[in-house]
């Protein structure tokens, strides 16, 4: 078990761990510091209690998850880093696999937990330029041939500075050559109908679609600041029953006359901003965006419908 003063020597350098700042089932995030230099860092490790008490199946899953994370983050060029968290370093420790990467303001749902107590929502200008960010950082993961399929505000992290969002957490991508159904994977209140029902063999069938609808999901709860209804009755299902609830649950419409109502009277714009958000969350993936840059021409469009609104008013 590791504790505040720790170094972790990875293949680049030793890093002094100084505070917890968060983690999963499987992982711990530390606030750390460079033993060289003093660059900060946000170290992963292996939560190494839960894992000397999971079954073997299960610790290997935990440990491809972190090795596919480091390959995924090795093979980015400095340029794609705009938009998706930075690698530092990366090696072993206690024989599993660590990562170190560059150390941002915290989670975007944090951030707007904040903004909102002070009575400064996100509001329609905000979230889309997140939106965009996001579009981005997912159409990098779609080019390096993965699906990330766990998009949701807590593995978005915040540069309050500039205002900048970036992906992290890649633990869950899956080869997009591989059609095939798979286990499942994510997180059931930010899921699509396909990532969370699944098929008569109990398995899930994906594509990069699955991604625009989380987007989707993401774009409503910035702009209203509640969950969409079907993907909170997913989670509510999941927390009761894990995956076998999908198959009890009656899940209410993915976006009901009264939400459309309510995304538009928040957003107080014209119908392409909610063309955008009903495109993104299409029950079928074919009826989805086929690709970032057609999603890029919808969030053009409903920012010029939100400025043509404003001038008009």
Request: proline share 5%.
């Given at each position: 078990?590791?504790?505040?003063?720790?170094?972790?020597?990875?293949?680049?350098?030793?890093?002094?761990?100084?505070?917890?700042?968060?983690?999963?089932?499987?992982?711990?995030?530390?606030?750390?510091?460079?033993?060289?230099?003093?660059?900060?860092?946000?170290?992963?490790?292996?939560?190494?209690?839960?894992?000397?008490?999971?079954?073997?199946?299960?610790?290997?899953?935990?440990?491809?998850?972190?090795?596919?994370?480091?390959?995924?983050?090795?093979?980015?060029?400095?340029?794609?880093?705009?938009?998706?968290?930075?690698?530092?370093?990366?090696?072993?420790?206690?024989?599993?696999?660590?990562?170190?990467?560059?150390?941002?303001?915290?989670?975007?749902?944090?951030?707007?937990?904040?903004?909102?107590?002070?009575?400064?929502?996100?509001?329609?200008?905000r979230a889309l330029a997140w939106t965009a960010?996001?579009?981005?950082?997912?159409?990098?993961?779609?080019?390096?041939?993965?699906?990330?399929?766990?998009?949701?505000?807590?593995?978005?992290?915040?540069?309050?500075?500039?205002?900048?969002?970036?992906?992290?957490?890649?633990?869950?991508?899956?080869?997009?050559?591989?059609?095939?159904?798979?286990?499942?994977?994510?997180?059931?209140?930010?899921?699509?109908?396909?990532?969370?029902?699944p098929d008569d063999a109990g398995r899930y069938?994906?594509?990069?679609?699955?991604?625009?609808?989380?987007?989707?999901?993401?774009?409503?709860?910035?702009?209203?600041?509640?969950?969409?209804?079907?993907?909170?009755?997913?989670?509510?299902?999941?927390?009761?029953?894990?995956?076998?609830?999908?198959?009890?649950?009656?899940?209410?419409?993915?976006?009901?006359?009264?939400?459309?109502?309510?995304?538009?009277?928040?957003?107080?714009?014209?119908?392409?901003?909610?063309?955008?958000?009903?495109?993104?969350?299409?029950?079928?993936?074919?009826?989805?965006?086929?690709?970032?840059?057609?999603?890029?021409?919808?969030?053009?469009?409903?920012?010029?419908?939100?400025?043509?609104?404003?001038?008009?008013?």
């Amino acid at each position: 078990m590791v504790e505040a003063g720790d170094i972790i020597t990875l293949t680049a350098g030793a890093w002094r761990l100084q505070a917890p700042l968060g983690g999963s089932s499987y992982g711990q995030v530390w606030r750390a510091a460079s033993v060289v230099d003093g660059t900060p860092a946000a170290v992963k490790l292996v939560n190494r209690a839960q894992m000397d008490l999971a079954l073997p199946p299960q610790r290997d899953v935990w440990r491809a998850c972190f090795e596919a994370e480091i390959a995924f983050l090795r093979g980015l060029q400095p340029w794609d880093q705009r938009q998706i968290v930075r690698l530092l370093d990366s090696g072993e420790h206690d024989g599993q696999p660590a990562l170190a990467l560059e150390l941002l303001d915290g989670d975007l749902a944090a951030h707007v937990a904040t903004l909102r107590s002070r009575g400064d929502s996100p509001g329609v200008d905000r979230a889309l330029a997140w939106t965009a960010q996001v579009n981005t950082a997912l159409a990098k993961v779609h080019q390096y041939g993965w699906r990330y399929l766990d998009l949701k505000p807590a593995n978005l992290l915040v540069d309050v500075r500039s205002g900048t969002l970036k992906l992290a957490d890649f633990g869950t991508n899956r080869p997009l050559q591989d059609s095939a159904a798979h286990a499942y994977a994510g997180t059931a209140a930010w899921q699509a109908p396909e990532q969370f029902f699944p098929d008569d063999a109990g398995r899930y069938r994906t594509d990069a679609r699955t991604d625009y609808f989380a987007l989707g999901a993401l774009l409503y709860w910035l702009v209203t600041g509640i969950p969409l209804r079907f993907c909170a009755a997913c989670a509510d299902a999941y927390r009761s029953h894990g995956t076998v609830g999908a198959a009890a649950l009656r899940a209410p419409a993915i976006l009901a006359p009264d939400e459309v109502a309510l995304f538009a009277g928040h957003a107080a714009a014209d119908d392409a901003l909610t063309a955008l958000l009903r495109a993104l969350l299409a029950a079928r993936p074919e009826a989805r965006p086929r690709h970032a840059l057609e999603i890029s021409r919808l969030i053009a469009r409903a920012a010029a419908g939100v400025h043509r609104v404003r001038s008009a008013a």
